[in-house]
C-alpha cells in the first residue's frame, strides 16, 4: 500500500491566545501599509519592524534559549507565521534566518557560530541569504561549481551564486560549494560568510521581471574566509543542505503569496456577491484551509522530530498552484485592466501578484523537481 | 498513521469478504448478505450511536474513519447509509432494527409530508435517489412538522421503490411513500439536527469514501506504473507518468487531510466549514484522480475486466451526493463574503 500519510494536526490550545497577541501587533504595526505593499510579503524588507517582532519573542521560537531563543513548540511558531504572511508584514530581514540559516547552525555549527550569531538572529538583527544556485547549477544543485580551496588559516573561494535573494541587505550567506574532491554532492561543504566583513565579494543586483531589485549575483574572487567559516563537517555539504531544503518547503508562505489578492477581491465584490463569485470564494477558501491543514500536520511532525520532506514537497506542490490559480481568477471575476500604478488597492495588488505568480513555482524548487520528490516517496525513482 | 482498533477490524473483515466477483455481483443487484452479516456482527453500522441505545459511544471521528477503509475497498454495502439512519434515530431516542437502513431526503428541496393522525402519524411523499432503498429494512426519514424537525422510522411495508441507479450500478431508488406510522415510530430530531445537518453528514461520509478510494487509486496506479514495460522498460520511469502520479499523490493527499477534517468536525457540532471544505476538496480531486488513474492504466483500465473502474466509477458519481463542489462552495462563499474580507483569514483559521 503506497502512503502519503498526513497525520491529523495535533492540537495547540495555547497558540490561540499567541494569535491575538499576534493580530494585535500587527494591526498597529502594518496600519500604514498598502495591499500592494503588504502583497511583498516575505520579501518586504523593514530591519525596524523585524526588530520589533524579535523583541516579542517570535524570532527563534523553538531554540533553546541558551542562543537567545524561546523554547516554544513548532505549532506556536506556525501560528506567529501564518498571521504575519496573512497580514502580508515585512519579515524579510529575519525570514530566512529564522526559517532555514539559523536551526543549520543550531544543527551543525560550532558553539563559538552559535553563541555569536544566534542570539542576534534571534533579535531581528542579523538577516541572512542563501548561496545555492549559480549560473549552470539551478534546479541540479549538485552541478555547483564554486570551489573553496584550503590555504593557510583558511579557504579561498572562486566562483559565482545567482538568484541570491536580499544579498545586498544581508549579513551573512550560507555558501554551498565545493571544497574536496569526488563527483556531485561528494566533496562539498556549508561555508558562513560575513557579508560585512569580507573582502573580494561584488553583489549586484539582477532585476526582477516587475523592475524590483531582490535578487542579486555574487561573485567570490580569490575571497579568503578563516578557518571558522567552515560551517559543519567538511563534505557533508550535500547531507546539510538537503535538510535545510525541507525546511524550506512546508510552511505557509507556500500557499498565502496570492491571499491578499483574494481577500481585495472580496472588498470589491462585496458583502453579497453574484453566484459565479460566491461559488469561486467557498472554493479557494476551502482549498486554503485543506492546505493549512496539511502545512499544520507538516508542524507537528517537525515537533515530533520526524523528517517531513516528503510531505513538505507535496504542500508546496498544491500550495503554488493555488497561488497562481487565485489572480487567474480574480482577473476574471472582477471587470478590469491590470496596471502596476494603479492607485486601486485591488488592482495594484493585483497586477503586482500576477507578475510575481511565475516564480512561486520556480523558488525553493521548481515544480518539476518536487514532482520528481513526490514520485521517489513513491517508489517510482 | 496510527489505526483505531475499529478500523483494523474494518480492514480484515473487508479485506476477507470484498473481491472482484462480488462487487461484479453487486452491480448484477445481488446483495451481498454475506458480507453485510459479517460486518453488522462486528457492530460497524452503529458506529454514530450511543452505547445507551446499542452502539459503542465511541468518538465519532474514529466511527466514521472505517467509512475511509470502505472506500478504500469499494465496499459494495448501504454502510454509511445505516450510520447515518443509526445516527438520526438514536438522536431521537427511537429503536434502531438491525439490517441494512438507508435515510431520506436526499435530494435538495425534497420534502416528505409528516401530519398527526388521531394517535398516529402519516407520511407521505416521493423521494428520490434514496441510496439501498430496494435493499433496506426502514428508512430514517427526516420531516418536519409544524416547523419542527421530526425522525420518522419508515419500516418495508410503508413504501415501495422503483429502481433507479449512479454511474457505479449502487441502487439510488425512487420511493413512494404512504404509510400510516404508530406514535412510537416518530420522534423531534436530536436538537440542532436539521436538514442541512443530514446533508453535511452525508457529504462528510461520501467524502471519506471518496478520500479511501482516491488512497487505492494511487496504489492500484503505482504499482501498474512499475508493472507495465513499454520501450523496454517499467512506465513508472517516464518522467510524464511520474508526475502524473505525483499529481494524483498530492490530490489524494488533500482529500484525504480534508475528510479527516470534517469527520472530526462531525463530533464538534456538525461544524459545517470543515464539512464544506470536505466536500469541495474530495469532489474536485475525485474527478482529476480518476482521470490520472485512467491515463496512467491506459486502454487495459478502460475495460469492464479490469477492476479499476469499480474505484473511478463511484468517484464520478459520489462527487455529486449529498451537494456537489458548486452547491457546498455557494454555501461556504457566501457566508464568507457576508462576514466580509477582514474576516476571511480569522474564519479560515477558527474553523
Known sequence: ?381 | MTESLIEATAERLFGDHISTRLLAAAEQGTFAAEAWQAVEDAGLPRGLVPEEAGGFGMPAAEALAILRVAGRHVVPLPLAETMAAGWLLAGAGLDIPDGPLTIAPVVRGETLSLTRRGQEWHLAGTATRIPWGRDAVAVAVLAEHQGTPMVARLDRDGFTTTPGSNLAHEPRDTLRIDAALASAAVAPAASGVDAQTLRALGATMRSLQMAGAMASLLSMSTQYALDRTQFGKPIGKFQAIQHNLAILGSHQAAAGAAATGAAEAVGEGMRLFPIAVAKIRTGEAAGLCASLAHQVHGAIGFTYEHSLHYRTRRLLSWRNEFGSESEWSLLLGRHLAAAGPDRLWPEITSA
Not at chain 1, 516579542?56 to 506556536?76: D, N, V
Not at chain 1, 555539504?237 to 525541507?246: I, K, R, S, Y
Open chain 1, 1 to 381: 500500500m503506497v502512503d502519503l500519510p498526513f497525520a491529523p494536526p495535533p492540537p495547540c490550545p495555547e497558540a490561540e491566545t499567541l494569535r491575538q497577541e499576534v493580530r494585535t501587533f500587527l494591526a498597529e504595526a502594518l496600519a500604514d501599509r498598502t495591499p500592494a505593499q503588504r502583497a511583498e510579503s516575505w520579501q518586504g524588507h523593514d530591519p525596524e519592524f523585524s526588530r520589533k517582532v524579535g523583541a516579542k519573542g517570535w524570532i527563534a521560537m523553538t531554540w533553546p534559549k541558551q542562543y537567545g531563543g524561546h523554547e516554544r513548540s513548532a505549532l506556536e511558531r506556525y501560528v506567529v507565521l501564518e498571521e504575519m504572511l496573512a497580514a502580508g508584514a515585512p519579515v524579510s530581514h529575519h525570514w530566512i534566518a529564522d526559517r532555514q540559516s539559523g536551526p543549520l547552525i543550531l544543527r551543525v555549527g560550532t558553539d563559538e557560530q552559535k553563541e555569536t550569531i544566534l542570539p542576534r538572529i534571534a533579535r531581528g538583527e542579523a538577516m541572512f541569504c542563501i548561496g545555492m544556485s549559480e549560473p549552470d547549477s539551478g534546479s541540479d544543485l549538485a552541478a555547483t561549481r564554486t570551489r573553496a580551496t584550503r590555504v593557510q588559516g583558511g579557504y579561498v573561494v572562486n566562483g559565482t551564486k545567482v538568484w541570491t535573494s536580499g544579498a545586498h541587505q544581508a549579513d551573512y550567506m550560507i555558501l554551498f560549494c565545493r571544497t574536496g574532491e569526488g563527483q556531485r554532492h561528494e566533496g562539498t561543504s556549508q561555508l558562513l560568510v560575513d557579508l560585512r566583513n569580507t573582502s573580494g565579494l561584488s553583489i549586484r543586483p539582477i532585476r526582477a521581471l516587475t523592475g524590483e531589485h531582490h535578487f542579486n549575483e555574487v561573485v567570490f574572487t580569490d575571497t579568503f574566509l578563516p578557518e571558522t567559516a567552515l560551517l559543519g563537517k567538511e563534505g557533508d555539504g550535500w547531507n546539510q543542505v538537503t535538510n535545510e531544503l525541507a525546511l524550506e518547503r512546508s510552511g505557509p508562505e507556500r500557499f498565502l503569496s496570492s491571499f491578499l489578492v483574494l481577500t481585495e477581491m472580496m472588498r470589491v465584490l462585496g458583502p453579497e456577491p453574484g453566484e459565479r463569485a460566491a461559488i469561486a470564494i467557498g472554493r479557494l477558501a476551502a482549498h486554503i484551509h485543506a492546505l493549512r491543514r496539511m502545512s499544520r500536520s507538516v508542524a507537528g511532525m517537525l515537533q515530533a522530530g520526524e523528517n517531513p520532506a516528503l510531505q513538505a514537497a507535496l504542500v508546496k506542490e498544491l500550495g503554488n498552484s493555488l497561488e497562481q490559480e487565485i489572480p487567474e481568477i480574480a482577473r476574471l471575476l472582477v471587470d478590469c485592466e491590470p496596471s502596476l500604478e494603479s492607485d486601486d488597492r485591488f488592482l495594484a495588488t493585483l497586477s503586482l501578484i500576477t507578475l510575481h505568480a511565475p516564480s512561486f513555482s520556480l523558488r525553493g524548487g521548481t515544480r518539476e523537481i518536487l514532482r520528481g520528490m513526490i514520485a521517489r516517496g513513491l517508489g517510482l525513482r
